[in-house]
C-alpha cells in the first residue's frame, strides 16, 4: 500500500518531521512518502498562505495522476486543498484536522485545540464549524509561536506543557489536538506527562487513509467531488500537463 502526504507548506525541514513521525505509525506493507510544493509559502498562516498552498496541493496531487497512490494525506492544520484533492482522485484524500477532530470526539466526550500561531484560531474554529463540532469543542488556544519554530524543541515543549495544563485547568477538556502537523513528536510525551489523550492529525490520518484503501473505499464522484469539467483550465492555472 502506498500513501502519500502533502505538506503544503514549501518547508523541507517539516517533510522531514512529517516523514520521521509517519514512518514510525505506518503498518507493516505501507509505503510512505512526504512530498511538498517546490515553491509556495515558508508556512501556512494566513488567508492568503492558504489560498498559494492549496494551488501547490493541486499542482501535486494532478502531477501525481500515472503514480500508483492508494492513499492521500494532507498535512495542515485547516485541510488545507482537501476539497480540491478530493475532486481531482477517487482514492481516499484524509485532512489531518477532520482525522484528528473526529479522533478526539471518539476518545472523549470534549476537546480543547492547541494550534500556532494565535492569527490562526479563527481558521482552526472555521473548520471546527465546517465538521459540526462546535459544542464539542471547549476551547482553541492558540500559542505564541510561528509555525516555523516548531522546530525549536524546547521551546515548544516548554510551550505546549504549559497551555496544556491550563486547558486540563480551565477547559475541563477530556482531550487535547495537536494543532499543526509538525507537532507530532509531541503527542505521546504530552499525554504521558498530562494523562489524558493527546490527537496528532497527521497519525490519524494516515490510519484512517490506510483502512479505508485497505476496505477498497474511496471518493465518491456521483456529485459533490466529481471531477471537475474545466481539468485543462485548473491545469493550465498551476501549470500541469493534462
Not at 512518502?33 to 515558508?42: I, K, L, N
Not at 484512517?208 to 469539467?229: D, N, Q, R, V
Request: proline content about 3%.
Amino acid at each position: 500500500m502506498n500513501i502519500r502526504i502533502i505538506n503544503p507548506n514549501s518547508s523541507k525541514e517539516f517533510v522531514n518531521i512529517i516523514n520521521n513521525s509517519a514512518q514510525e505509525i505506518a503498518s507493516v506493507g505501507t509505503a510512505i512518502s512526504v512530498v511538498c510544493p517546490e515553491q509556495g509559502v515558508a508556512s501556512v498562516e494566513s488567508h492568503c498562505d492558504e489560498a498559494i498552498a492549496s494551488l501547490g496541493v493541486i499542482s501535486l496531487v494532478m502531477n501525481a495522476k500515472n503514480d500508483e497512490i492508494d492513499g492521500w494525506v494532507v498535512a495542515c492544520f485547516g485541510d488545507t486543498g482537501v476539497a480540491q484533492c478530493r475532486e481531482l482522485t477517487d482514492k481516499p484524500v484524509i485532512g489531518i484536522t477532520e482525522a484528528a477532530l473526529f479522533s478526539a470526539c471518539m476518545l472523549g466526550d470534549s476537546f480543547s485545540i492547541l494550534t500556532l500561531p494565535p492569527r490562526t484560531i479563527k481558521h482552526a474554529r472555521r473548520v471546527v464549524m465546517e465538521y459540526g463540532l462546535s459544542d464539542k469543542c471547549r476551547n482553541i488556544r492558540g500559542i505564541d509561536l510561528s509555525v516555523v519554530q516548531c522546530l525549536d524543541e524546547q521551546l515548544v515543549w516548554s510551550a505546549f506543557l504549559e497551555e496544556g495544563r491550563r486547558a486540563l485547568q480551565e477547559d475541563q477538556c477530556e482531550v487535547l489536538v495537536l494543532g499543526c502537523a509538525g507537532l507530532s513528536q509531541w503527542a505521546k510525551p504530552l499525554q504521558k506527562e498530562l494523562g489524558i489523550p493527546v490527537v496528532d492529525g497527521v497519525s490519524t490520518a494516515i490510519k484512517f487513509a490506510e483502512a479505508f484503501a485497505s476496505l477498497g473505499l474511496g471518493i465518491s464522484k456521483s456529485l459533490t467531488y466529481a471531477m471537475p469539467g474545466n481539468l485543462n483550465e485548473v491545469a493550465d492555472a498551476v501549470r500541469v500537463k493534462c
